[in-house]
């Protein structure tokens, strides 16, 4: 419960309700208007602003990293997330999916493997699906693996780049793996080059930024994981960023989502398989 000198009016609320979803796809539910509220308070007390109105140009009228709205976006976003996520799906990931690329590369005589972790929070899924392709390629020194994680939280994209995370964190990860991926730091452990190497961490609004033509390392990707973010934006939103993952996915390139969510195949025309772990969509 949060205090009520937090409360924000619905009016108030309505208004950067919508504002929040037409410019991050994100729709804050009714039951969660107090917690916007309290963070709309610490915002409007971080600036000085006491007027709900004034506040709301300001908020509207922001841009940029160090914009307002960023600022607010830093805030109400949820970046649970853990290493090892879903280890069913992420065997099938290994076993099916990435064996079958590996196989198809070879015939095409490629070395290069592109996967993007979408909404990728705080970088475990990066740095898990680094460890699962170094440890199923049999050369991969033979291998230009590139990873690319983005986010819209500046925040959470900040840690992943100084990708020090504590001890904690490594709950789900085996003793061995964390001795051969990680070193040990000030502050907990920080992935070793055979990983990061691969990584490459960027801001990236999937509502906003997702153009293939503007952002031309999009296109080609052979893996993509939208996990755990789709549960956040209405339907429509969710069709929409599916059909431009099916553009950017090379032909039989697969899209993985979170256990709670799924892709309209009448709308969007992925094959839909049932794998150990949940759906996976692929490009025909
Ligand atoms: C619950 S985390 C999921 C992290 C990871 N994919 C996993 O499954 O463990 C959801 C992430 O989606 C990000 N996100 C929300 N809206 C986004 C958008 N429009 N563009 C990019 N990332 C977004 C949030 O900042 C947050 O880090």
Known sequence: MFDKSNDIELKDFLLIRDLIEARSGIRVRDSRKDYLGYRVRERM???GIVD????????????GDAGEFQLLMNLVTVQETCFYRNTDQLRSFQDIILRGIVDRKKAEGSNHI????A???TGEEALTLAMIINETLDFPNAWRVEILGTDISTRAVDLCRKGIYPKERFDNLPKDKLAKYFDVVEGGYRAKRILSDMISFEHFN???????????????????????????FPQETQQAIASKFLELLVPEGHLLLGNAESVDIRKVPFIMTFLPGGMIYQKV
């Open 119 to 121: 909404a990728s929070s």
């Open 114 to 117: 592109k996967v993007w972790s």
């Open 52 to 63: 709900f109105e004034e506040y709301y140009f300001f908020l509207k009228y922001s841009s």
């Open 45 to 47: 007390s971080a600036t």
């Open 206 to 232: 999937l509502i906003k930024d997702i153009d293939s033509v503007r952002v031309p390392r999009l296109k080609n990707m052979d893996v993509i994981f939208c996990r755990n973010v789709f549960i956040y």
